[in-house]
């Protein structure tokens, strides 16, 4: 075959789609995480994209867009193209946004798909000293002998522990007073110092001052008990039956993103979640690693997405 005839071959091989396309990626995936660098999202994010990475053989880099609940990241990947380079670390708050905020430059259900649930955060519910309670069950009874006496903390309005509480709150019909602060560092602050008395903290931001015995666990909020406090009961099973609130941190994609891309993503996602150093690192931030498919996380997207716009709705919380 002479060049002319093989120039023309390869120019039907174009047209007709006939050369194979690089497989996926080549070239580095850009992770957008919503939060300030050293949080939770980022040090999951980290840690399990960063096996991800490795195992694919591609830079997965890490862009931190902190701002406004993880609204002003969220919007970055919203409107980046669905080619599987874009992805997202974010937390539940993700979904609370959508109902918090009067308008978002995006549509939270629409405009992401969810490629894999990384861990669970459940919180813990939380007492100063001071307040003369052991159990979930005592705290509900002393909360109805002193309605509107006990203050309660939360790292803000529409927040994991804020929501937490709400739920707590409906579910048992007390009357606590919510004092919202700006970030779980100021929220166990209070509760250290016994400005508030109580708060339904992520497990992370409590745990040493638990160990240390300036803090009191009265109950964890998931279903199963946590591996880091093994010896506290759930709050189903110690007054509250039926309640499990269990925030989440996972990663998305814009809409659009090829299925097969999603897929093995998510693949290697679980894959990461099962090595043992990453297991132990998680466990070190009372972090639950969780996994599952895309159609699971997608299930518990739209359930999760349903019952955090009635407890934010029961709460009043509003951000124009």
């Known amino acids: 075959m002479n060049r002319s005839m093989l120039f023309a071959a390869l120019s039907l091989m174009l047209a007709a789609g006939g050369v194979p396309a690089q497989p996926y ?4 995936v850009r992770v957008v995480i919503p939060w300030p660098a050293g949080g939770s999202n980022d040090v999951v994010g980290r840690i399990v994209l960063q096996k991800v990475a490795e195992s694919l053989g591609q830079q997965f880099v890490i862009d931190n867009r902190a701002g406004a609940a993880g609204s002003i ?4 990947v919203a409107k980046a193209p669905g ?6 670390v974010h937390s539940t708050t993700h979904l609370g946004n959508a109902t918090i905020y009067k308008k978002l430059p995006y549509d939270t259900l629409k405009d992401f798909v969810g490629v894999g649930l990384l861990a669970a955060q459940p919180g813990v519910l939380t007492v100063h000293p001071s307040l003369p309670v052991k159990s979930a069950a005592e705290f509900i009874a002393l909360a109805k002998s002193r309605p509107a006496q006990i203050n309660y903390s939360s790292s803000g309005n529409g927040s994991a522990p804020h929501l937490s509480m709400a739920l707590f709150i409906a579910m048992t019909g007390i009357k606590i007073v919510h004092v919202p602060y700006k970030g779980g560092g100021p929220q166990v602050t209070a509760l250290v110092s016994g400005e508030t008395q109580a708060s339904l903290a992520t497990i992370s931001t ?8 300036r803090l009191r666990p009265l109950g964890v909020s998931s279903a199963q008990r946590s591996g880091v406090l093994p010896d506290i009961p759930t709050i189903g099973e110690s007054g509250v039956p ?9 990663v998305f994609a814009p809409a659009g993103t090829p299925k097969e ?8 996602i679980n894959k990461a979640l099962k090595l043992p150093d990453v297991s132990k690192s998680l466990a070190s931030q009372a972090l639950d690693p969780w996994g599952g498919t895309p159609d699971e996380f997608d299930a518990r997207l739209k359930a999760d997405y349903e019952k955090y716009a009635k407890l934010i709705k029961l709460t009043g919380a509003r951000i124009d």
């Open 25 to 28: 990626p080549n070239k580095p």
């Open 73 to 76: 990241g969220a919007d970055v």
């Open 261 to 268: 891309i999603i897929s093995r993503l998510n693949a290697e």
């Open 83 to 88: 080619d599987g380079y874009t992805l997202m």
């Open 242 to 250: 039926g309640y499990e609130m269990n925030p989440w941190i996972a």
């Open 206 to 213: 409590v745990l040493t001052h638990i160990h240390s015995g």
